[in-house]
C-alpha cells in the first residue's frame, strides 16, 4: 500500500484573519498590505481577498497598481502576531491528526496519513473533518490536496481554492489526467525564469513532460529535470518529516573559503542556532543535549558535546553553550572548514510540561 499525503494550505490567509476579526470586510475586496496613500503608496500586498483577486489583485503586486485596479476596495496593514497566533493554533489542529506532520510555511503543512487511513475516500473524510475544524476554531478555510507524494498533495492543494478539497488517486492514469493540461509552472520549484528554458524545449505543458522520456530530462536540464520528471509521475519519495520522532536535529555550513576570523565562526554558529530554534519552537520540541562540529582545514573534524539534567528550548543559553564547547579550539592556529550544531535527547512539549514545572520547583 502506497502512502497518503494530505498538503494543507490557508485561503487568502492575513485576509481572511482580518475578516474574521472585522465582519464588515467579509464578501469584501479586502486588501492586506502597505499603505495606497491614495495611489502614491510605497511597498506592496501582501494577499486579498478573493473578491479582491477579481480585480487582477494579487500578492506582490506593487500597493499603488492595487489601488488604481481597484479603488473601493478596503486595504488594511498587516498585524503579524495575529497571523502567527492563528497559524499556531492551525498547526496544533493539523498536528492532531497525524504524527508526521511537516509544516511548510506560515500557512501550509504536510500530513501523512498512511497510517490511519487504508484508501483515499477515508483520506477524503479526514480532510473534510479537518477543514471543519479549523472553521469552527480559528473562523478561517483552507484548501487541501489528497495524493500519493507531497508535491502532488501540494499541487492539488491550490488546484480548488478556496476551501476545496482535492483528491489524486496513485494510478499512474489518475496522475496523469489530473495534471496533464496543466503549465509546467504548478510543479513546485518551477517559476517564471526556470519556465522559458522548458519552453525553449517544446515543454509547456505538464503533457510535454509525459511525453519526453526520462534520459531526454536528463540531458536538457540535468539532475533538476530528472526531479521535475519524477514529480510529474508521482515517483517523489520525499518524506513527511516527523520531526518528534527524530533522534537529533542538526545544521552544519561548509564555508566557500576555510576561514581563521573567530567573530565569523561566532556569527554561523549564532545563524545556525537561530534557524534550528526556530525549527523547534515550531514543533514544540526540547532538548538536553548541544553538540558541536568543528571541521579545520585538513579535514580533521572534532565534535564536543555538553547536557543540561531537563529539556529545554532557550535559544541564548544554547549559545552559551556553543561558546563553552568551542573554547578549546579558541587557540589552533588553523583554519575552519566547517561547522555545525547538534541538538539531540529531544523531549516533545507533553512530556516536557511537568519536568520544567519541577525545573521551577527544584531551582
Ligand atoms: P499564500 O498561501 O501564498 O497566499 P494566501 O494564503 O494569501 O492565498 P491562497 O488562498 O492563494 O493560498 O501565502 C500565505 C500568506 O503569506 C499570505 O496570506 C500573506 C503572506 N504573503 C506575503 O506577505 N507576501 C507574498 O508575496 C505572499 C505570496 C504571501
Ligand atoms: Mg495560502
Not at 567573530?263 to 538536553?288: M, P, Q, W
Not at 552559551?320 to 550544531?341: A, N, P, Y
Given at each position: 500500500m502506497g502512502r497518503i499525503i494530505l498538503h494543507l494550505d490557508l485561503d487568502c490567509f492575513f485576509a481572511a484573519v482580518e475578516a474574521r476579526d472585522n465582519p464588515e470586510y467579509k464578501d469584501k475586496p479586502l486588501i492586506v498590505?502597505?499603505?495606497?496613500?491614495?495611489?502614491?503608496?510605497?511597498?506592496?500586498?501582501?494577499?486579498?481577498?478573493?473578491?479582491?483577486?477579481?480585480?487582477?489583485?494579487?500578492?506582490?503586486?506593487?500597493?499603488?497598481?492595487?489601488?488604481?485596479?481597484?479603488?473601493?476596495?478596503?486595504?488594511?496593514r498587516p498585524n503579524y502576531e495575529k497571523y502567527k497566533e492563528a497559524s499556531e493554533k492551525v498547526m496544533e489542529i493539523i498536528q492532531s491528526y497525524s504524527s508526521a506532520f511537516q509544516r511548510g510555511g506560515i500557512d501550509e503543512a504536510y500530513l501523512d496519513i498512511s497510517k490511519r487511513c487504508s484508501n483515499f475516500k477515508h483520506a477524503k473524510n479526514i480532510a473534510e473533518q479537518i477543514q471543519q475544524e479549523i472553521h469552527d476554531k480559528i473562523g478561517v478555510t483552507c484548501s487541501i490536496g489528497c495524493a500519493p507524494t507531497k508535491s502532488l498533495a501540494k499541487i492539488a492543494s491550490d488546484y480548488n481554492k478556496p476551501n476545496g478539497i482535492t483528491?489524486?488517486?496513485?494510478?499512474?492514469?489518475?496522475?496523469?489526467?489530473?495534471?496533464?493540461?496543466?503549465?509546467?509552472?504548478?510543479?513546485?520549484?518551477?517559476?517564471?525564469?526556470?519556465?522559458?528554458?522548458?519552453?525553449?524545449?517544446?515543454?509547456?505543458?505538464?503533457?510535454?513532460?509525459?511525453?519526453?522520456?526520462?534520459?531526454?530530462?536528463?540531458?536538457?536540464?540535468?539532475?533538476?529535470?530528472?526531479?521535475?520528471?519524477?514529480?510529474?509521475?508521482?515517483l517523489d519519495t520525499r518524506p513527511v518529516k516527523e520531526y518528534h520522532?527524530?533522534?537529533?536535529?542538526?545544521?552544519?555550513?561548509?564555508?566557500?573559503?576555510?576561514?581563521?576570523?573567530?567573530?565569523?565562526?561566532?556569527?554561523?554558529?549564532?545563524?545556525?542556532?537561530?534557524?534550528?530554534?526556530?525549527?523547534?519552537?515550531?514543533?514544540?520540541?526540547?532538548?538536553?543535549?548541544?553538540?558541536?562540529?568543528?571541521?579545520?582545514?585538513?579535514f580533521e573534524t572534532f565534535t564536543r558535546s555538553k547536557s543540561v539534567p531537563h529539556p529545554i528550548q532557550d535559544e541564548k543559553k544554547a549559545m552559551?553553550?556553543?561558546?563553552?564547547?568551542?573554547?578549546?579550539?579558541?587557540?589552533?592556529?588553523?583554519?575552519?572548514?566547517?561547522?555545525?550544531?547538534?541538538?539531540?535527547?529531544?523531549?516533545?512539549?507533553e512530556t516536557t510540561k511537568q519536568t520544567t514545572i519541577l525545573n521551577y520547583l527544584c531551582r
Open positions: 498590505g502597505a499603505d495606497p496613500k491614495e495611489g502614491k503608496g510605497r511597498g506592496v500586498v501582501s494577499t486579498c481577498s478573493y473578491e479582491a483577486r477579481k480585480f487582477g489583485i494579487h500578492s506582490a503586486m506593487p500597493i499603488s497598481k492595487a489601488y488604481r485596479l481597484c479603488s473601493h476596495a478596503i486595504f488594511v483528491v489524486v488517486e496513485p494510478e499512474p492514469e489518475n496522475i496523469k489526467s489530473f495534471l496533464k493540461d496543466m503549465d509546467i509552472t504548478r510543479i513546485p520549484g518551477i517559476g517564471k525564469k526556470t519556465k522559458k528554458y522548458y519552453n525553449e524545449k517544446g515543454i509547456h505543458t505538464i503533457e510535454d513532460i509525459f511525453d519526453t522520456p526520462l534520459p531526454k530530462m536528463i540531458e536538457f536540464f540535468g539532475k533538476y529535470g530528472k526531479w521535475v520528471w519524477q514529480v510529474a509521475h508521482g520522532n527524530r533522534k537529533s536535529i542538526s545544521k552544519e555550513r561548509t564555508f566557500h573559503q576555510d576561514i581563521a576570523d573567530v567573530n565569523n565562526v561566532l556569527a554561523t554558529f549564532e545563524s545556525l542556532n537561530g534557524r534550528i530554534h526556530e525549527n523547534l519552537r515550531n514543533h514544540k520540541i526540547y532538548y538536553r543535549t548541544v553538540t558541536l562540529k568543528i571541521r579545520f582545514e585538513g552559551r553553550l556553543v561558546c563553552e564547547l568551542l573554547k578549546e579550539f579558541l587557540d589552533e592556529k588553523r583554519r575552519i572548514r566547517l561547522v555545525g550544531i547538534r541538538f539531540s535527547n529531544l523531549h516533545k512539549n
